[in-house]
Nanobody
Framework: EVQLVESGGGLVQPGGSLRLSCAAS????????MSWVRQAPGKGPEWVSG????????YYADSVKGRFTISRDNAKNTLYLQMNSLKPEDTGVYYC?????????????WGQGTQVTVSS
């Protein structure tokens, strides 16, 4: 059974930090591109950051560049998102996403999300 389980969310003051984790199981984690997507209350999903499995390249939305860092530990089948200098507009549910395209066939999976609230 495929599972992506996020953790590490919570309530933090503006300027604070959180580290999200996404534990993966049931698929070959190391061969999947991984990303974080968030959804603020009343808004649509927003892609936050991605990690390419082949090149090792990382990508960030302009809104988080310089503040967030994505990383992965393939030995532990875990994806991370270090979030620093948090702002109230970073509030939302953060989802972990796994994606693989092989011979025109896409496989992708989503976690259940973890709530991040930035407020004083």
């Amino acid at each position: 059974e495929v599972q992506l389980v996020e953790s590490g969310g919570g309530l933090v003051q503006p300027g604070g930090s959180l580290r999200l984790s996404c534990a993966a199981s049931g698929f070959t984690f190391g061969s999947y591109d991984m990303s974080w997507v968030r959804q603020a209350p009343g808004k649509g999903p927003e892609w936050v950051s991605g990690f390419n499995s082949g090149s090792g390249s990382t990508y960030y939305a302009d809104s988080v560049k310089g503040r967030f860092t994505i990383s992965r530990d393939n030995a532990k089948n875990t994806l991370y998102l270090q979030m620093n200098s948090l702002k109230p507009e970073d509030t939302g549910v953060y989802y972990c996403h796994a994606d693989q395209l092989v011979l025109s066939e896409r496989h992708d999976y989503w976690g259940q999300g973890t709530q991040v609230t930035v407020s004083s």
